[in-house]
């Protein structure tokens, strides 16, 4: 079975620019997730989608990031403008639960430098 | 916030030996969930334990819950070189959005 697919797999830019990540998840799984690792620390949960539409999104920087899910399928998550402290790894991750709290399935991330 | 916090922050041991890491958390949760972290990747699951298990075995894994004391333990045993990871624990409370805390630095020297 194919993993969730995420690109690019790093990216740098500077303060203030915009930057996009892509999320492909597993065929079938209609639960989507967006986490931000910041170095040393666990994953935290940006916002969850349940085929096209947002669950949560409470821990989402509204003013700087947005995320869509289009057709329940692939995801994007974007960062504009970018600040220094957005310097993490994002991670998409995709379930077959439906609000369950099961197994998530994550994909490998991207890793963002802002300078 | 991060609900499950997980000790030591690091571990290092010689290849063969048992790696125990454990977790504590706050409030009730629904299950509770390990995963490991190999450098530089996403996160892979491990296992999954609900709130009214006590322990659970998954090849050289063995993880056990005590809700009473809010607390985790996943034990490996005869580790190897590849079991070099960060580990987290990720509690599921009523509201099932996985919390994770800060992770176990595992590293088995050969």
């Known amino acids: 079975e194919a993993g969730v697919a995420q690109s690019p797999r790093y990216k740098i830019i500077e303060k203030r620019q915009s930057v996009a990540f892509w999320c492909n998840p597993i065929?079938?799984?209609?639960?989507l997730y967006w986490y931000q690792q910041i170095l040393g620390q666990g994953p935290k949960l940006l916002i969850q989608?349940?085929?096209?539409?947002?669950?949560?999104d409470s821990q989402l920087p509204k003013d700087r990031f947005s995320a869509e899910r289009l057709k329940g399928v692939d995801s994007t998550l974007k960062i504009q403008p970018a600040k220094l402290e957005d310097s993490a790894v994002y991670l998409c991750?995709?379930?077959?639960?439906?609000?369950?709290?099961?197994?998530?399935?994550f994909g490998p991330g991207t890793r963002l430098t802002v300078l | 916030s991060q609900q499950g916090e997980e000790d030591p922050q690091a571990l290092s041991i010689q290849e063969g030996e048992n790696a125990t890491m454990n977790c504590s958390y706050k409030t009730s949760i629904n299950n509770l969930q390990w995963y490991r972290q190999n450098s530089g990747r996403g996160l892979v699951h491990l296992i999954l334990?609900?709130?009214?298990?006590r322990e659970k075995h998954s090849g050289r894994l063995r993880v056990t819950l005590d809700t009473s004391k809010k607390s985790s333990s996943l034990l490996i045993t005869a580790s190897r070189a590849a079991d070099t990871a960060s580990y987290f624990c990720?509690?599921?409370?009523?509201?099932?959005?996985?919390?994770f805390g800060a992770g176990t630095t595992v590293t088995v020297r050969a």
């Open positions: 989608f349940q085929n096209n539409g947002v669950v949560d």
């Open positions: 334990i609900r709130s009214n298990e």
């Open positions: 065929s079938g799984h209609a639960t």
């Open positions: 990720a509690t599921v409370p009523g509201d099932y959005k996985l919390s």
């Open positions: 991750a995709s379930s077959l639960e439906r609000l369950a709290g099961g197994r998530q399935y």
